[in-house]
């Protein structure tokens, strides 16, 4: 039994991570029904933007972390103007369509900027951790743990408590209707995506911190996938808690199935989990579902 909870502790700490992504594919898709394809690029943009204020320009990490969000913050809200924008008001699969190519494109601009090679990333935070007679939970994971819980928790803040959320709201509701009540649905979607990129880098940062950091990594950004559509692609609350699965999920496959023999089916684990949910609820477990009458 002791066993048991170290595994699901541990995979909670990482589905905590797994939540952050989650909600920023949220975020967008509630916003405009698009799935955002190459979140697992701006999670490398977003570390590697943190890499060079805080190992290439020394800068304190309380700095370095600000300024690194808000250059990533400063990209999504670009990308979004350069390629989104343009095609608001149209069908949301083009929105979509533009997210797959942006993947590509940006694997290859960082491909061409940092090259292939692996960055060693430590950020030496303080060692908090927890070591008792029954369990042992690693410092790096406690701090992803913390630092997503809380960034998640500022943004459900942000979007449900303050008048810039009752925009993003509304325009997430019906982008017709809040236009005509004179909101900037441009400038909110704008507003959206610098948000999430903030968001993904911070998961980003995180998950480099557990070891290193490389244009390959954005591969974990595919995690979100399973996430949304076992929480719902449209339930915040259901991001966290198909994070949560995801995280113990995959903490489980690797500590009580690997061992059996199986390996690798840690990586693919949340995926069966996907499809069993997805047999059950093709919804997820807290998504709108929707009639269509033909």
Do not use: H
């Not at 570390?47 to 990490?61: A, E, G, K, T």
């Not at 649905?185 to 490389?214: D, T």
Request: hydrophobic share 60%; with cysteine.
């Amino acid at each position: 039994m002791t066993d048991l909870l170290q595994t699901v502790g541990t995979g909670t700490l990482i589905g905590l991570v797994y939540a952050l992504l989650g909600l920023c594919v949220v975020v967008i898709f509630k916003a405009s029904e698009a799935f955002n394809f190459a979140i697992g690029e701006f999670l490398v943009v977003g570390s590697f933007l943190f890499y060079i204020m805080f190992f290439d320009l020394n800068l304190p990490i309380f700095i370095a972390l600000p300024l690194g969000l808000l250059a990533a913050g400063i990209v999504g809200a670009l990308i979004e103007y350069l390629t989104i924008k343009p095609l608001l008001g149209r069908n949301p699969i083009s929105m979509t369509m533009i997210t797959l190519g942006l993947w590509f494109f940006m694997r290859a601009c960082v491909q061409l900027i940092w090259g292939s090679d692996t960055y060693s990333f430590f950020l030496d935070l303080p060692d908090i951790t927890l070591e008792t007679e029954q369990f042992f939970f690693l410092s790096d994971p406690i701090w992803a743990g913390i630092f997503s819980i809380l960034t998640f928790i500022l943004v459900v803040f942000f979007l449900f408590r303050t008048r810039w959320g009752l925009a993003i709201r509304a325009v997430s509701e019906d982008q017709a209707k809040a236009m005509a009540f004179g909101i900037n649905a441009r400038f909110i979607l704008m507003i959206i995506w610098a948000i999430s990129s903030i968001c993904i880098a911070v998961a980003g940062v995180m998950i480099s911190n557990f070891g290193a950091l490389a244009a390959g990594s954005g591969i974990v950004g595919l995690r979100a996938i399973p996430v949304v559509l076992i929480g719902g692609m449209d339930s915040i609350g259901g991001a966290l808690v198909g994070g949560l699965i995801i995280g113990i999920c995959e903490s489980l496959a690797g500590a009580y199935i690997e061992p059996m023999g199986l390996i690798g089916f840690k990586d693919v684990a949340p995926y069966f989990v996907m499809l069993i949910v997805l047999f059950i609820r093709p919804y997820g477990l807290f998504g709108t579902v929707r009639i269509e009458r033909v």
